[in-house]
């Protein structure tokens, strides 16, 4: 079975940093696609940051400029690089991964278990 776990996140101060890790184990033929969502208190899960298996990569507005989505394909993982963080950062960021598992023909979706990010004074 394919794992997705997580690292990284906690409390930080407006203005600072934090990095995000990601790392898929398991039988995995290929990723084809690997993001970043969050979901901030009370409100629905958004897309923050993917990148494909070129390298392009994609950003919602509100984080262009300060956050850098980066992949390791040799090591199956993404990180999520957060600069200048604001208050409205503030959410439970989960990573994502678009997999195809040895011997299947189809990609299915997978979930980190989610990791709190707070930007707070």
């Known amino acids: 079975q394919v794992q997705v776990v997580e690292s990284g996140g906690g409390l930080v101060q407006p203005g600072g940093s934090l990095r995000l890790d990601c790392a898929a184990s398991g039988s995995i033929s290929n990723i084809a696609a690997m993001g970043w969502y969050r979901q901030p208190p009370g409100k629905e899960r958004e897309m923050v940051a993917t990148?494909?298996?070129?390298?392009?990569?994609n950003y919602v507005d509100s984080v262009k400029g300060r956050f850098i989505i980066s992949r390791d394909n040799a090591k199956n993982s993404v990180s999520l690089q957060m600069n200048n963080l604001k208050v409205e950062d503030t959410a439970v960021y989960y990573c994502?991964?678009?997999?195809?598992?040895?011997?299947?023909?189809?990609?299915?979706?997978?979930w980190g278990q989610g990791t709190q990010v707070t930007v707070s004074s």
């Open positions: 994502y991964m678009l997999i195809r598992n040895l011997g299947e023909r189809f990609y299915q979706n997978y």
């Open positions: 990148i494909g298996n070129s390298g392009n990569t």
